[in-house]
Each structure stands twice: as C-alpha cells, then as structure tokens.
C-alpha cells in the first residue's frame, strides 16, 4: 500500500503507485484541459504531487513544453536569483566491496588502481583545491568497511576543515558515502558535515537487485531508508539523485518526486538538492550496454520538471556533462555545479600516471574553475562560493524558511558577492577578475535593504585589504 508517511521503503516508494501514476500521464498526456490546471497550480510556485509533474513529463505538445521551460526559467529566477553555487568533489578511496554494474569500482575489477588518499595526501589535495578558490568540497568514496570504516572518512573531514593554506579553506565538506546507520549518521553531523548525499540509483526495486547483485548497497530497503536514518541521526539536510540511464526515466522521475515527497512528510522538510547525473563511460564500463539512456531534450525536460515540481529544492550537475548541456539546464533551474573536477582518487595536486587510472567516469566538462567562472559571468551569473547558511544554523527547515520568507535576495546575494570577491582578489585571472569586478559593482544595487547594501560595500572593500570570510 502506497503511504509516503511509512518508514518502509516499498511503501513510500511504491512500484504500483508509480506504475498508475505512468498509466494516468499516459491518459492524460493530450489532457490539455487538465495540463493548463496543472501548470496553472506550477505557477503558486508551491510545488507539484509526483502524479501532477508525470502528467507534464509525458505531454509532448511543443507549445505546453515551452510553457514548462518558460516557468521553470521563471521560478529559477525568483527563487536563486542568477547565482550559482559552486563546488569540487574530492575522491577519497576506490576501495569498494559493492558490485554494482555501472560502477568501475566494483569490487570484480582487478585492473582498476585502487587508491586510498592518506591525511597527507589530503593535505596536499585541499591545498591544489584551495589554490583554484574552491570552498565548497563533496566527499566520495567507495563502501568498503575494512578501507574506508566511519573513523577514516571522519579523520578526513577533521584534516580537510583544518588546512589553512594562504587565503585559502574548505568551509563546507558535503559527504556522499554509502548508506549507513543512524549511530554513523550522527558521527557525520557531529563531524560539521554540510548535505549527506546519496543517490538512489534506480527507484526500481527489481532492476535495483539486478544491477546490485551482491555487496552491502544490493539491499534496496537499506538503501532507500538512508536518508530517514540520516535526519534522525541529526543530519537536516540530504541530496536524492538517481543515475538517468539505468531505468526508464518516468519511473525515476516519479520514484525521486515520491520520495521528496516522503522526506517532507515525515521530517517537515524535503531534499536539500536533487543531482541528476547521467551514466557516463568509465574503465570497463559501458553506458551502451544500459537500455535507458536519455538523450539531452529528455534531460532538459527533467531538469525543467523538477524545477517546477520542487521550487525550494537546489538542483546540482556536474562534470559529466558538457558545457553546452550545462549551459541549457543551469537556464531551466540547475543552481549548484562542479567545475575542475577530477574523479580520480588524488588527481588535484598531479595527473594520474596513465597506467594508473582510478577514475570513477569520464568528465566532459574539462575547463578550469577560472574558466568555468569567466563563462557564467559572461551568460550574467554570479557563481557563488558561499557557504554561510549552514555556518549560521540555516540548515532543514530553517533554510526552507530563509527561501519562503523572500530574505534570499538580503543574504545569499550579498554573499555570493563578497565570496566571488574573494575568488577574483585571490585567484582570477587577469581577465576573469575585470568582468568579475563589472559584475559585482552592477550587481550591489540588485540588494533591496540599502543598509545591508553599505555593508556588503565595506566588506568588499576589506576584502581587498587582505580581510576575509564576511557572510550575512
Ligand atoms: N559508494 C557510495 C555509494 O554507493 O553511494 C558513494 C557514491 S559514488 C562515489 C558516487 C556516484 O557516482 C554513485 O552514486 C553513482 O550514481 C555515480 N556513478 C557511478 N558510476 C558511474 C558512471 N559510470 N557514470 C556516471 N556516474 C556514475
């Protein structure tokens, strides 16, 4: 029985809810009666039910879609501005038992090198991270209990917060490690952590074992359950995310809104981000051999779709897609991505020697963070490296309110300012920090409060006198 209330994973997630779910928007994909009063509810910007956006996902009229795309590209604007928040995964350890298929780092693969990173490989990760201006870092590593146990990933946050190296610092380490228990849970958040991340996969419980055979993560209901042990080990926010190519993507899309769904009706708040990631090729991995893969309207329309169906929600990509689809999704409602990335395990401070590749995909996007940051400048966005709302206790429910109280553009926009300041006087190029400078002196005078206005003003200056890490 479908109940988003339960605990139980087949019960919140539940594979005849979604199957009817798929029959209904099938009905009613030329319903345009009934799509008018769906994109008409779109427009309250509260939000849309899991079967409301299946309808909108399954219409093909063009005109209905550009009205999705138009009041996605609407309610970005509205609720993050033309900021967009920017981070680095750091990959700590490919050790991994698990056997999953898309995945090099099954534990079958023999040829893969696998590293671990040791705290004074980090040391020297962070500081290459910090030498390009990253702030914001995510976590990886593979699930292994004998490589990777809680202890060392906790000994890795302690060593990433504590490297101060010039202007530099990680200010936020959000964590994306296998699922675990609430006592784990709570190690993190006692640890600093910013979002607990972890991506569903597929919703599909029978093409989940499949492609799961064995290993800890194989158990469904283990992993699906995660995040509520996560929030009650006292984590306030988690990022969902299912890797688009395994299962038909309108059964992920309904899954992923379920369980949005789920996580506000149980804890009062839902997802802090959804990632939408693609399978992507990597060592002995080959995204052909998965049935399911989307081409980029189809991924559009997703990232559009969830825009509108969970306002409040960040939306994060990364590198394993490229500069033209990154260009058209950031437009639709994409608020957070990766730049510079490597996923090798230690590839920041030097490339990997080619006989020693322990790369978990292939990236697409390959720029610099300075190029990355010249490019969204030029399109007119700001890319942020703010980390202040969970440094001020903005996390779960009191982050949803900064959003639904309309102060964002009092906060994070000052913010995202004064951290790009930092990133122009510390680590721009010549050119990136002369359009930079344009940029935020155009920009201070979309700050409604004026007196927040004089002090997003004095701090710039005192940016440049060597002064660092204001936040509102
Ligand atoms: N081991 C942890 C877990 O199982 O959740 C950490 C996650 S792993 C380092 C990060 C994510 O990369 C996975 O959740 C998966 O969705 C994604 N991934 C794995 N193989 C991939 C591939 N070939 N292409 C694209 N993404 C991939």
Redesign the pocket.
Known sequence: MYNPKSLKAEEFINDLEIRETLAFADENKDNLELIDSILEKAKERKGLSHREASVLLACDNEDKIKEMYNLAEQIKKDFYGNRIVMFAPLYLSNY?I?G?K???YHISNKHIARKKLTQEDIRREVIALQDMGHKRLAI????DPQNNPIEYILECIKTIYSIKHKNGAIRRVNV???ATTVEEYRMLAEAGIGTYI??Q?TYNKESYEELHPYGP?SNYAYHTEAMDRAMEGGIDDVGLGV?FGLELYRYEFAGLLMHAEHLEAVHGVGPHTISV????H?DD?DPDAFDNGIDDEIFAKLCALIRISVPYTGMIIST?ESKQVREKVIRLGVSQISGASRTSVGGYCEPEPEDENSE??DVSDKRTLDEVVKWLMEMGYIPSFCTACYREGRTGDRFMSLCKSGQIQNCCHPNALMTLKEFLVDYASEDTKRIGEALIEAELNNIPKEKVREICKENLVKIEQGIRDFRF
């Not at 990886?140 to 699930?143: D, V």
């Not at 990631?277 to 992507?280: A, L, S």
Request: aromatic content about 12%.
């Open positions: 991994c698990n999953c898309y995945c090099p990886e590593a593979g699930e994306n490690i296998a972890l991506f996969e993560k890797l990631p693609r399978v992507k990597a991995i394993r978990q995909f």
